[in-house]
């Protein structure tokens, strides 16, 4: 089968090679894999940034995994013998990261526990859009910023694979919702359902005035000592964090001593691998009240120029990778 692999870090060190097609344990579930999608996580994988990662992972010169990809769509073609949630022919999606990733590729391996079925009004290359990306926005939202009918919530980088979805996840909530990002993305942020959008080229949501009980911040540029003056009292900042040391820094020691005096938190999300979570986004796709939005799709043969296009930074949505396509295309 066909695989991106991965030896080296950086970007330009990726290659895609012919790879043996594994084989199910007792315990596992064989994936035909139709999509896949770059996540955050992939980025660090590949390009071993931020340098922290490495000394964690003690993996200092090469990945620690060969072949990234964490994000899958694709129908069941073999089960190990003690599978007893799915079956093949089944269409399912899942996040990989805590269980090898390996997404970018043919065909995958994994446990039943981190698989759901896929939303059935969604095509393959849609659902591949979602379960990092949601998963991170409901868990951020509902778990970590405890969000409330009615709440004033604000969401910055809002266009980007987890913001749109954390525009829409608010909605869901009832909450009052005001969406940051640049002028070229106001109208598709509008179109997701923000009450409000700013663009952060004409004007700063720290200095208008408005103030927010719930502010959760993807990519977020913006030191935490200034995002206190945009919250109420007892507000949350949620944040996904990095990317960064002194970001980091910022979050996890200054916030929660600056923010304390005046009964506010800073919540960096950690995001947990929930089956139950994956089917409860899976009802709400197919109740028609969330969509994916995807900002490009590229063939399995490109997924280096996937990788590339998605560091830079300026997707709108999600950057999806069909497996299914033609490759030569």
Same mark, same amino acid.
């Given at each position: 089968?066909?695989?991106? =692999?991965?030896?080296?870090?950086?970007?330009?060190?990726?290659?895609?090679?012919?790879?043996?097609?594994?084989?199910?344990?007792?315990?596992? #579930?064989?994936?035909?894999?139709? &999509?896949?999608?770059?996540?955050?996580?992939?980025?660090?994988?590949?390009?071993?940034?931020?340098?922290? @990662?490495?000394?964690?992972?003690?993996?200092?010169?090469?990945?620690?995994?060969?072949?990234?990809?964490?994000?899958?769509?694709?129908?069941?073609?073999?089960?190990?013998?003690?599978? %007893?949630?799915?079956?093949?022919?089944?269409?399912?999606?899942?996040?990989?990261?805590?269980?090898?990733?390996?997404?970018?590729?043919?065909?995958?391996? #994994?446990?039943?526990?981190?698989?759901?079925? *896929?939303?059935?009004?969604?095509?393959?290359?849609? &659902?591949?859009?979602?379960?990092?990306?949601?998963?991170?926005?409901?868990?951020?939202?509902?778990?970590?910023?405890?969000?409330? *009918? %009615?709440?004033?919530?604000?969401?910055?980088?809002?266009?980007?694979?987890?913001?749109?979805?954390?525009?829409?996840?608010?909605?869901?909530?009832?909450?009052?919702?005001?969406?940051?990002?640049?002028?070229?993305?106001?109208?598709?942020?509008?179109?997701?359902?923000?009450?409000?959008?700013?663009?952060?080229?004409?004007?700063?949501?720290? *200095?208008?005035?408005?103030?927010?009980?719930? #502010?959760?911040? @993807?990519?977020?540029?913006?030191?935490?000592?200034?995002?206190?003056?945009?919250?109420?009292?007892? +507000?949350?900042?949620?944040?996904? &964090?990095?990317?960064?040391?002194?970001?980091?820094?910022?979050?996890?020691?200054? +916030?929660?001593?600056?923010?304390?005096?005046?009964?506010?938190? =800073?919540?960096?999300?950690?995001?947990?691998?929930?089956?139950?979570?994956?089917?409860?986004? /899976?009802?709400?796709?197919?109740?028609?009240?969330? /969509?994916?939005?995807?900002?490009?799709?590229?063939?399995?043969? %490109?997924?280096?120029?996937? #990788?590339?296009?998605?560091?830079? +930074?300026?997707?709108?949505?999600?950057?999806?990778?069909?497996? +299914?396509?033609?490759?030569?295309?």
């Amino acid at each position: 089968m066909k695989a991106l =692999v991965c030896t080296k870090y950086g970007l330009d060190k990726l290659k895609i090679e012919d790879v043996p097609k594994p084989i199910p344990g007792e315990n596992q #579930v064989l994936i035909k894999i139709c &999509a896949s999608s770059v996540t955050t996580q992939d980025m660090v994988l590949i390009t071993g940034k931020p340098f922290f @990662v490495r000394l964690m992972t003690r993996n200092l010169l090469r990945p620690k995994l060969r072949t990234p990809g964490s994000d899958m769509t694709g129908q069941v073609e073999a089960i190990g013998r003690n599978i %007893k949630q799915f079956k093949p022919g089944d269409e399912v999606y899942a996040n990989l990261s805590e269980c090898g990733f390996g997404s970018f590729a043919e065909y995958v391996c #994994v446990p039943e526990n981190v698989l759901a079925l *896929k939303p059935t009004n969604l095509s393959f290359e849609e &659902a591949a859009a979602v379960p990092e990306a949601a998963l991170v926005a409901l868990q951020g939202l509902r778990d970590f910023g405890k969000i409330q *009918k %009615k709440q004033k919530v604000l969401i910055y980088s809002a266009s980007g694979g987890i913001g749109t979805f954390a525009v829409q996840f608010a909605k869901y909530y009832g909450a009052e919702v005001t969406g940051v990002c640049s002028t070229r993305n106001l109208d598709l942020i509008r179109s997701l359902g923000a009450d409000y959008v700013i663009d952060y080229t004409k004007e700063d949501f720290i *200095k208008n005035g408005q103030r927010y009980n719930l #502010v959760m911040a @993807v990519r977020n540029t913006r030191p935490v000592w200034a995002i206190k003056r945009a919250l109420v009292h007892g +507000g949350i900042y949620v944040s996904t &964090a990095g990317p960064s040391i002194s970001r980091l820094f910022q979050e996890f020691f200054i +916030g929660p001593q600056i923010f304390k005096d005046e009964d506010k938190k =800073v919540k960096v999300i950690a995001t947990k691998l929930s089956q139950h979570d994956l089917m409860f986004i /899976k009802e709400l796709f197919e109740s028609g009240k969330v /969509k994916p939005v995807i900002d490009r799709s590229f063939p399995l043969l %490109k997924t280096p120029e996937a #990788v590339r296009y998605y560091g830079k +930074g300026h997707a709108r949505g999600k950057v999806v990778i069909s497996i +299914g396509r033609d490759n030569n295309n």
